[in-house]
């Protein structure tokens, strides 16, 4: 019998549903679903809940009264631990990455402000070198003051936030079955790593033999294979037997930065109108903007004509989308 995965605290709305993309599968002549963990909650929509639902079991556990994490200004994982705090009465902290030490409130930093967040800005220079022996010296700093504080590393891309992940897998299992469906295929939008170490960990643990392809939005396809392997591998410390998935074994659709994190090009914009008009569900130009955009692109391709059921997952980011208002064409 598997060992029981670590403690979490419920938070998200789940299961999040599974949709056919309709005139999406037909422009492309292969079926293609979409699983909604966009609607996972408002103030904690998308992905990062599921794993912080974990990060957080564990921070609760260890009598943690204060949670500490990073991201960018606009960080869904950041918004999302704020609301989570709030929730739960514990405080937060935000090391956010900005150019500008006073940064106009917009999109998911205005939700930080208005949630009461400790918020930090820091350069992203400071944020590439520093950003962990900042959060240990704001650690240090809430714990001299009478508090215990708990660090979630950016994205809550761990060993224990990746059991999200492996959740979903199973939620995904779940619903093939009454769907009557078999997803061959499985993509998904790699800013972390987390939610995608925790797909193929579930695919390697329940030996499913599916497709996990992801679309990295930042670095490039060698730093997520070795990223993703280490995840993999910190996340087999809370399993009975360790799992190992090599680097090259991870499978990385790269090309489609573009001009770099959170930064947007004309044509990634016109693809989440279009798929806005086309199917009515909106995606973000950080993550899954991109993510879909590069899959089309590779699909057309043929990199993926062996594929019959292709499920894509949405992780959310509505709220990023408004600081890009003026950046899109109508």
Do not use: W
Not at 160 to 177: D, H, N, R, S
Not at 225 to 250: F, H, M
Request: with cysteine; net charge negative.
């Amino acid at each position: 019998m598997m060992k029981p995965f670590p403690n979490r605290v419920p938070m998200a709305n789940l299961p999040t549903r599974i949709e056919m993309l309709n005139r999406f599968s037909q422009e492309l002549g292969v079926s293609v679903f979409i699983k909604r963990d966009d609607l996972t909650g408002m103030e904690f929509s998308g992905n990062k809940i599921r794993k912080l639902e974990y990060s957080v079991g564990e921070a609760v556990n260890m009598g943690a009264d204060t949670l500490i994490t990073c991201g960018g200004l606009q960080s869904n994982h950041c918004r999302a631990t704020a609301a989570v705090a709030v929730k739960l009465g514990l405080r937060c902290c935000l090391v956010l990455r900005n150019g500008e030490p006073e940064p106009p409130a917009d999109g998911n930093y205005f939700i930080d402000k208005i949630l009461g967040a400790d918020v930090r800005i820091i350069d992203a220079e400071s944020y590439r070198s520093r950003r962990s022996e900042i959060m240990e010296e704001i650690a240090e700093e809430y714990n001299a003051a009478g508090h215990k504080a708990y660090i979630i590393p950016e994205g809550a891309s761990n060993g224990i936030g990746t059991f999200g992940y492996l959740t979903c897998m199973q939620e995904i299992m779940e619903q093939e079955k009454l769907l009557g469906v078999t997803f061959d295929t499985i993509i998904d939008a790699v800013g972390s790593g987390g939610t995608f170490a925790g797909l193929c960990l579930a695919n390697r643990l329940y030996g499913l033999n599916k497709r996990i392809a992801g679309v990295n939005v930042c670095d490039d396809a060698e730093f997520f294979q070795k990223r993703v392997s280490e995840i993999v591998e910190e996340a087999g410390r809370y399993l009975d037997e360790p799992v190992e998935i090599r680097p090259e074994e991870v499978e990385i659709l790269d090309g489609y930065v573009g001009r770099g994190y959170a930064l947007s090009q004309k044509e990634e914009l016109d693809f989440i109108r279009d798929f806005a008009r086309k199917e009515g569900v909106i995606l973000d130009p950080v993550y899954t903007g991109k993510c879909l955009y590069g899959f089309t692109k590779e699909f057309e391709k043929g990199r993926f004509s062996d594929s019959k059921n292709i499920l894509f997952i949405h992780t959310g980011g509505l709220f990023g989308l408004f600081p890009a208002r003026d950046q899109f064409t109508f």
